[in-house]
């Protein structure tokens, strides 16, 4: 028997900045439907990782697979219609400064399926109220929110056209820790009632271990451990252990970065 | 010491780049208008940008046109009795306007006002992922960003400059008939008699080709920009600079094309 093919499949990725190699061989796996936690230090390449997936950096080296497909070695546009199934969050928030809230959480909605703008906004509103804000919040702009909410608009941005396949850099960071549980159910009612597939970049172990499936460490350019999320406290690699629990002695040092 | 390669690669290496720049700049110009002909279509991009460039154009380009065709009455006034050919400033100012200041003032001033600005918004919106963000969102940031304002800026700046060469001719009217003592009959009659159709019409087609670099040097100074706040300073100060030259070089080829036989 075949072991089921897995939604992403990532062999041997590699990718400089000059002299500094950031990625240097990283094999990935991620199952349909289920949602992989990558945890790493700060600048260790983790938006890196995910960046050269949605095709926004282009790799050096390596392999990367979405439902089997090479996507690296399509052309453009059909690369392009691989990588649209993909929802993000990206670390910043990245919301469209010129555009009210709920135009920036229907984008995808109006720009791929060709609703109506009277249905987004109501598709918009629900989406936000699920993330706790109110449908007048709908009509601010982006720089009128705190960094919180803007957090939050970003996800609803992601989820609005259940993509089936989403990002998420470090979506609870910046948020209050009920606020980040909400978040962390959102995510896992994705994964489990859509059947999307996610992947997660969390520093917080608590939502690593409830929203994860599985998850990864990426340190020195390659995944160095992986195995359930539910075991990362007690994973038996030093170099897991040494940052799961935030110590300051171990074999990772802080290096000082170029 | 190795002089002549010194030498050879001091000239090459600044020749070579700014080949590369410019065969990236028509590349990114061809990517830009080939998504006018590709659908969807996005109308409201375009609606917005032409009413940036156009309509919030017209205050600045209207003082302009209304200053420079008063003083171009003045001027040739004052040098023409040299010769006692006072009889022809009608003609210069019309001429003039239509042909060469209507097109490339209107132009230079909207590099100023809307180039900085396109490159600006779009250059922020690079160095803060937002571009990225756009094609997770199926949408392609050429035909988003870059294809309406390229469309806007061929319509915008031939509309600007049918305004300016109207209120060109009204500033040098007003002077002529209020302080040189031209008679206004007299003086609207030779304004259009030697005025002949491709006067007007090779001023639209430059300001169209006008409209069009101010456009590309402001989206692709943008799209390309780098480093943060400075790097989006950068790329607007790039954009007004580049489009400006590139105004006035192609107003010497174009009128090259038009006139000279
Ligand atoms: N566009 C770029 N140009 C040059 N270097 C880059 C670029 N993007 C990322 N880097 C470098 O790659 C390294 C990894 O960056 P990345 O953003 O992936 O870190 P990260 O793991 O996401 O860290 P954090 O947890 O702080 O977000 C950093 O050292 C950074 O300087
Ligand atoms: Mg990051």
Redesign the pocket.
Known sequence: MTTPLPKIRVRGLAKS?GE?R?LDGVDLDVPAGTSMVVI?G????????IKCILGLIEPDAGRIEIDGVDVLSLRPRKRRAVTARIGMLF?NGALFDSLPVWENVAFGLMAQKMVRRIEARARADEILGQLGLAASVGELFPAELSGGMQKRVALARAIAATPDILFFD?PTTGLDPIMGAVIDGLILDCVKRLGSTAVA?T?DMASARRIGDAAAMLHGGRIVWSGPAASLLESGNPLVDQFTHGRREGPIRMEL?A | MNLPADVFAGIGRPVLGVCFTAGRLALFALDGLSHLLRPPFHFRRFGAALVEMAYFSLPVVALTAIFTGMVLALQSYTGFARFSAQGAVASVVVLSMTRELGPVLAGLMVAGRVGAATAAEIGTMRVTDQIDALSTLSTDPMKYLVAPRLLAGIVALPMLVVVADILGVFGGFIVSTASLGFNPTIYLHSTFTYLETMDVASGLIKAAVFGFLIALMGCYNGYTSRGGAQGVGHAATAAVVSASILILAFDYVLTQLFFAR
């Open positions: 900045f500094k950031v790493g700060s600048g260790s390449g983790k938006s890196v990782l670390q470090e970049i520093h970065r």
